[in-house]
């Protein structure tokens, strides 16, 4: 009987470890269901191979080579033996084998550095899985380690997650490589260690996510202009809209920005400099509900649907100014007409963003005030904020 050579699946036999399988169709169904089962908690490199022997892990390297030198003559030396933790299986023994360099004499274990960070025994999925906890329950670092051992069984500490906050890259970077050139700007509070600063956020109206976020200890007019300078550099200059701070309005528009105050601000402006009047003169009821008709008339000029007929409204007003109240006088020459422009410029261009709504809201969702509390650095509040605006740009960010 004629003998028939049968080939190997592939040319170099070190590139994977044979089972009965690669030779023998009826052995696949029980591998496939096993590989299946290891893949569900692994995120493998192409150049790991990894077996389940009698319930352990092995890992090897499918290509070898030295570390040391890079000679691929390498031999296997040893079996080394180490735990890592997966957040769906707990803790995990796993044997790596170790090789020796037949070259240089150096021996290393293998590369597992697509599964765990550095020497840490958590592995790239268990870390992210508890920065997605962070990230969804913001707050208290306890009560996310109090869902690990729930979920896990592993007790980590406070420090350790706190670490890998600290660790956590700016979720901006790289996000888009062309923003619209129509953002909104604005500032929050925070306090850390007793000292009260200010982030600086600008967020992209068209793509609904936020193009640059930074702590300042000042919210001054260098600062201002230092970080809409660097947020957009290289980027279009539109328009920006913000609420009414005195510091903005000149550095955005030097920066070349056309410039929208927030409607809602706006009108709370307003309403502060009525109300003022009514606390600082003798006023009759009657005399305020006359105020109050007129205030309620300016109001109406943001419900015109073209920048002609604002101007137009405005304009009427003006010629009979000197009929209305003095406080009303002072809104329309003093507030209104000197800024006209930078009130009602949405109704010139249907891209500029009329209110600062979604980035305040965007505040809300990234830095509660409860989280403000209990922040002591920069680093762990902008680690948290980053982890929260991924999630926002999950549910939120408009796609190119």
């Known amino acids: 009987m004629t003998k028939v050579k049968t080939n190997v699946p592939i040319v170099n036999m070190d590139e994977q470890t044979y089972k009965l399988s690669d030779f023998v169709e009826e052995f696949k169904k029980i591998e496939v269901k096993d590989l299946k089962t290891e893949n569900r908690f692994n995120n493998l490199s192409k150049n790991i191979l990894v077996r389940n022997k009698k319930g352990i892990l092995h890992y090897s390297d499918k290509n070898p080579f030295c570390p040391s030198c890079g000679s691929r003559l390498v031999s296997k030396h040893s079996i080394y033996s180490r735990k890592l933790y997966f957040y769906d299986k707990g803790e995990v023994k796993v044997q790596l084998d170790r090789y020796k360099c037949d070259k240089c004499g150096k021996t290393f274990n293998t590369d597992i550095n697509s599964i765990v960070g550095g020497n840490s025994n958590y592995t790239l999925g268990f870390v992210e899985k508890v920065l997605d906890l962070v990230g969804i329950f913001y707050g208290s670092l306890r009560s996310v380690a109090y869902k690990v051992k729930k979920d896990t069984?592993?007790?980590?500490?406070?420090?350790?997650?706190?670490?890998?906050?600290?660790?956590?890259?700016?979720?901006?970077?790289?996000?888009?490589?062309?923003?619209?050139?129509?953002?909104?700007?604005?500032?929050?509070?925070?306090?850390?260690?007793?000292?009260?600063?200010?982030?600086?956020?600008?967020?992209?109206?068209?793509?609904?996510?936020?193009?640059?976020?930074?702590?300042?200890?000042?919210?001054t007019t260098k600062n201002v202009r230092e970080f809409l300078e660097q947020s957009t550099f290289n980027q279009e200059r539109i328009a920006i809209t913000s609420d009414l701070k005195e510091e903005y309005k000149p550095v955005i528009e030097k920066l070349g920005f056309k410039h929208q105050w927030c409607e809602i601000h706006s009108k709370k402006n307003i309403n502060e400099f009525i109300k003022d009047y009514f606390n600082e003169n003798e006023v009759s009821d009657d005399e305020k509900e006359l105020i109050k008709i007129h205030k309620r008339d300016i109001f109406d000029l943001f419900k015109s649907k073209s920048y002609e007929e604002a101007r137009n409204k405005f304009d009427k007003r003006l010629d009979i100014v000197e009929e209305y109240p003095t406080v009303i006088q002072d809104i329309l020459l003093t507030k209104i007409m000197p800024y006209f422009k930078t009130y009602f410029l949405f109704l010139i261009d249907g891209k500029v963003e009329r209110t600062t709504n979604k980035i305040e809201n965007l505040f809300l969702k990234t830095f509660p005030r409860h989280v403000k509390k209990i922040m002591k650095t920069f680093e762990g509040a902008m680690g948290r904020i980053w982890l929260r605006q991924i999630i926002w740009d999950q549910k939120n960010m408009t796609q190119k």
């Open 153 to 219: 069984g592993i007790d980590i500490s406070i420090q350790t997650i706190e670490n890998w906050i600290l660790d956590v890259e700016d979720s901006n970077k790289g996000k888009i490589d062309r923003y619209s050139g129509y953002y909104l700007f604005d500032s929050e509070w925070g306090k850390f260690n007793g000292k009260w600063c200010y982030r600086f956020s600008l967020f992209d109206v068209k793509y609904n996510t936020l193009v640059a976020d930074k702590f300042y200890s000042d919210e």
